[in-house]
């Protein structure tokens, strides 16, 4: 306790070594009284829910978001031109012929796609193909017919609500399969989309009700039934093939062959089927104009569906179209006299929701620990520019509790120095 006034009278003399002594003793006397260094602050609620939130919003307005809501309802809008002018077809000139109808939309994917596999020179050109891989495709051709033909003739038998609502049918087992071909691994949040998706789905059919829009009772409910129950099944084999050929081979060489062996098959099942049916059109401008309209909207979705599951998935691109039925509702109120309802609006609301949840987490992708299909380079998610923007926004939130835990660690090493000093 001597040294302090000591100190104060050598500074007044000039003695030179003073300062040094008096600093010493100046940085040591409160360090000796001074608390124990303070572990960092706890994050506070406002700040983690302000962090949850700026998280929920860069994930949900992301560019990939909106662009997989907009490449999903350009697929909406071609299904619901399927539809519209099939049932106009139907309504206004008593023509049902789909498999007809199929059979142009596959002889232009044969014309297109199928030719350029003919003019290449390489090994993947369309005789390669067909050595290697024919009955699988032949199988694949077969699957995707009848899946259309399925839907379309299980109207025949069994109401519009049951056609909407086992149709859904086609979503748990495309995850489903998936889960076991794909590989791929959901979480909580895609289950829970799932399920908002289908909600949607059961408000809209719940307005078609309201509506009287069930067209009575069927001729052959059960029938009817398992088309639709066939055909759902069907379409998830075919679209769950489809991911695997775009993004582990090729888009040109999906479609060309699904052209090649479906022309032939559909041609089969059409002289079979549909020949006394054909055979009573009544031809006219108009009838053709339906015709070629239906080609072409099927013919833009078939082409356009491969660039969309090579950046998504087949079960978010099977998500997004659920508002199909939708917008081919909203054609009907001027077209067939519908009726509308609130409940249409709502549902449309409930089914984006669920597809924006959904499209908002990728989905990971297993190891294949044992395997006969080669697997192409894949980096394991639906969507690789999501994942690197999840992450730099990861990294964005925790580098600043880093720093501050580093700068907390650098301040009690300083403080001990002095201390010991």
Not at 143 to 164: C, F, G, M, R, W
Not at 389 to 405: A, F, R
Request: glycine share 6%; net charge neutral.
């Amino acid at each position: 306790m001597e040294g302090l006034p000591t100190t104060s009278l050598e500074l007044k003399n000039g003695n030179p070594a003073a300062p040094a002594v008096a600093a010493t003793a100046a940085v040591a006397a409160p360090s000796a009284s001074s608390p124990p260094p303070s572990t960092p602050a706890a994050v506070s609620p406002r700040s983690l829910r302000s962090s949850f939130l700026t998280r929920v919003r860069d994930k949900l307005c992301s560019w990939h978001i909106v662009k997989t809501l907009f490449l999903g309802q350009i697929l909406s809008l071609f299904i619901c031109g399927t539809a519209v002018t099939s049932q106009y077809l139907a309504d206004k000139y008593q023509v049902n012929t789909p498999m007809l109808q199929s059979f142009i939309n596959y002889c232009l994917l044969f014309l297109m796609y199928t030719m350029i596999l003919a003019f290449r020179k390489d090994d993947d050109n369309l005789w390669q193909i067909l050595r290697r891989k024919w009955w699988k495709y032949i199988l694949l051709g077969l699957v995707d017919v009848e899946a259309n033909y399925s839907i379309v003739k299980a109207y025949q038998y069994t109401t519009l609500t049951s056609v909407q609502l086992l149709d859904c049918f086609g979503i748990p087992v495309l995850m489903a399969l998936s889960w076991f071909i794909l590989r791929a691994r959901y979480k909580l949040i895609h289950f829970i989309a799932v399920a908002v998706c289908l909600l949607g789905v059961g408000t809209m059919v719940g307005a078609d009700v309201l509506a009287e829009r069930h067209n009575g009772e069927g001729t052959d409910v059960v029938i009817g039934d398992v088309l639709v129950l066939l055909g759902a099944s069907l379409y998830a084999i075919s679209n769950v093939s489809e991911e695997y050929i775009v993004k582990n081979l090729s888009r040109v060489e999906f479609l060309g062959m699904v052209g090649l062996f479906g022309t032939i098959i559909s041609g089969l099942q059409l002289a079979i089927v549909e020949h006394k049916d054909i055979a009573s059109i009544q031809w006219n401008w108009k009838v053709v104009l339906l015709f070629l309209a239906f080609a072409l909207c099927m013919f833009g979705l078939y082409s356009f569906m491969p660039v969309v599951i090579k950046v998504t998935s087949a079960t978010s691109v099977n998500l997004g179209i659920l508002t199909a039925d939708l917008y081919s509702l909203f054609f009907g109120l001027f077209l067939f006299d519908y009726k509308f309802s609130a409940l249409y609006i709502l549902s449309f609301a409930v089914i984006m929701v669920g597809f924006i949840m959904y499209c908002s987490t990728p989905t990971r992708s297993a190891e294949a620990v044992s395997s006969s299909l080669p697997l192409g380079s894949s980096t394991g998610f639906d969507n690789l520019a999501l994942k690197i923007e999840e992450n730099h926004l990861n990294v964005s939130i925790v580098s600043p509790t880093q720093h501050s835990k580093e700068g907390s660690q650098t301040e009690e090493a300083l403080d001990t120095k002095l201390t010991v000093l």
